[in-house]
């Protein structure tokens, strides 16, 4: 049976025996549909898949981070979370009316839970994000002329930064290490 290791193979299978019919697709386009034949969005999710380290029997590994934010308002939270930063909600729960929210947000694999609970997270935090295509994010949160936070992108030591901070004094700093 092919599993996620076999995506390129399957797509060149699929490109030659579409080019035997006169059909041309490209290379990108066949990791494509090849993601989609795996239940997946696309070939970036399919690829981080492939790429993920196989597990030896009694080896621990850690599959995702999930922290937690403190806040205290939450349309001051979806406006940042969720308008500014571009994250979506998961989803989201409350023991019962009037209580507080707990939710999950995430932009592709970046996952928080915002928390109105007294006692799940401090407020005033630090977290640091490693990511990639750190300019562009600086670009499109510059391009959204949010009232409350204009960051700059800051080049030192080998990687760049750009420092945001929430309405209830969470610092975020996503980083890309650039080794320059």
């Given at each position: 049976?092919?599993?996620?290791?076999?995506?390129?193979?399957?797509?060149?299978?699929?490109?030659?025996?579409?080019?035997?019919?006169d059909l041309t697709i490209s290379h990108s386009?066949?990791?494509?549909?090849?993601?989609?034949?795996?239940?997946?969005?696309?070939?970036?999710?399919?690829?981080?898949?492939?790429?993920?380290?196989?597990?030896?029997?009694?080896?621990?590994?850690?599959?995702?981070?999930?922290?937690?934010?403190?806040?205290?308002?939450?349309?001051?939270?979806?406006?940042?979370?969720?308008?500014?930063?571009?994250?979506?909600?998961?989803?989201?729960?409350?023991?019962?009316?009037?209580?507080?929210?707990?939710?999950?947000?995430?932009?592709?694999?970046?996952?928080?839970?915002l928390s109105e609970h007294a006692g799940d997270a401090t407020p005033g935090g630090n977290?640091?994000?490693?990511?990639?295509?750190?300019?562009?994010?600086?670009?499109?949160?510059?391009?959204?002329?949010?009232?409350?936070?204009?960051?700059?992108?800051?080049?030192?030591?080998?990687?760049?930064?750009?420092?945001?901070?929430?309405?209830?004094?969470?610092?975020?700093?996503?980083?890309?290490?650039?080794?320059?």
């Amino acid at each position: 049976m092919l599993a996620y290791r076999d995506a390129k193979t399957m797509a060149k299978a699929m490109r030659e025996v579409l080019a035997a019919r006169d059909l041309t697709i490209s290379h990108s386009e066949a990791l494509e549909i090849v993601a989609r034949q795996f239940g997946l969005a696309n070939w970036n999710i399919l690829s981080a898949k492939i790429e993920a380290p196989v597990a030896k029997p009694d080896t621990i590994i850690f599959e995702r981070t999930a922290l937690i934010v403190r806040i205290f308002d939450v349309a001051k939270a979806h406006e940042f979370y969720l308008g500014y930063l571009g994250f979506t909600v998961d989803w989201e729960h409350r023991y019962g009316d009037n209580f507080p929210l707990y939710t999950q947000v995430s932009r592709e694999n970046l996952v928080l839970h915002l928390s109105e609970h007294a006692g799940d997270a401090t407020p005033g935090g630090n977290m640091v994000v490693y990511m990639k295509g750190i300019r562009e994010l600086h670009k499109e949160l510059a391009a959204k002329d949010y009232r409350y936070m204009k960051p700059g992108l800051e080049h030192e030591d080998g990687r760049l930064t750009v420092e945001v901070i929430d309405p209830f004094s969470n610092h975020i700093r996503f980083m890309e290490l650039t080794g320059e």
